[in-house]
């Protein structure tokens, strides 16, 4: 990170920062070129401390059959605060912000894992606890949920 006096460390202050943002975006290896896509998305923190990533979609897509041909991916997030001028306009126009970005391997959730990743993703938005049983059977079926075991990443914070 360049400008490193902006980097957050420390778990849980990380992982609030991100939780702040409003949605993600995935890249995915597109063959060409990347292929990049906001998601919502939902996370949970491990007991070891790793990072897993949630996001929900429909069960056919290009992000998909992408994913299924090459697992890496990247992820960025962004919360802009507020946009502020602090000097001479236009020039002295600034930000403040938080943002994180990460790389990690895609995969399909199964089993309990699905609901899961559903329930992470609810809380991220709502800051409600679902019950697995409240999710609608039929929607299930129609949902695919997508984890992302993230295997680095950074935030950074500009606050004036």
Same mark, same amino acid.
């Given at each position: 990170m360049r400008k490193a006096e902006r980097e957050v460390f420390g778990g849980e202050e990380k992982f609030a920062a991100l939780m702040r943002c409003p949605y993600m975006t995935i890249a995915i290896n597109g063959g060409g070129a990347p292929y990049q896509v906001p998601v919502n998305f939902g996370a949970e923190r491990r007991e070891d401390g790793r +990072?897993? #990533?949630?996001?929900?979609? $429909? %069960?056919?897509?290009?992000? +998909?059959? #992408?994913?299924?041909?090459? $697992? %890496?991916?990247?992820?960025?997030?962004?919360?802009?605060l507020r946009v502020f001028n602090k000097g001479a306009a236009p020039c002295g126009y600034t930000t403040d912000y938080e943002s994180a970005c990460g790389q990690g391997r895609a995969r399909f959730a199964e089993g309990a894992e699905r609901l899961r990743g559903l329930c992470a993703l609810m809380a991220h938005y709502t800051g409600e606890?679902?019950?697995?049983?409240?999710?609608?059977?039929?929607?299930?079926?129609?949902?695919?949920?997508?984890?992302?075991?993230?295997?680095?990443?950074?935030?950074?914070?500009?606050l004036h």
């Amino acid at each position: 990170m360049r400008k490193a006096e902006r980097e957050v460390f420390g778990g849980e202050e990380k992982f609030a920062a991100l939780m702040r943002c409003p949605y993600m975006t995935i890249a995915i290896n597109g063959g060409g070129a990347p292929y990049q896509v906001p998601v919502n998305f939902g996370a949970e923190r491990r007991e070891d401390g790793r +990072l897993v #990533l949630y996001f929900h979609c $429909a %069960r056919e897509g290009t992000k +998909l059959e #992408l994913i299924k041909k090459d $697992a %890496r991916v990247s992820f960025s997030a962004a919360n802009m605060l507020r946009v502020f001028n602090k000097g001479a306009a236009p020039c002295g126009y600034t930000t403040d912000y938080e943002s994180a970005c990460g790389q990690g391997r895609a995969r399909f959730a199964e089993g309990a894992e699905r609901l899961r990743g559903l329930c992470a993703l609810m809380a991220h938005y709502t800051g409600e606890r679902f019950e697995e049983a409240a999710f609608d059977a039929h929607a299930l079926a129609l949902t695919e949920v997508v984890c992302i075991d993230v295997e680095h990443w950074t935030v950074k914070r500009l606050l004036h």
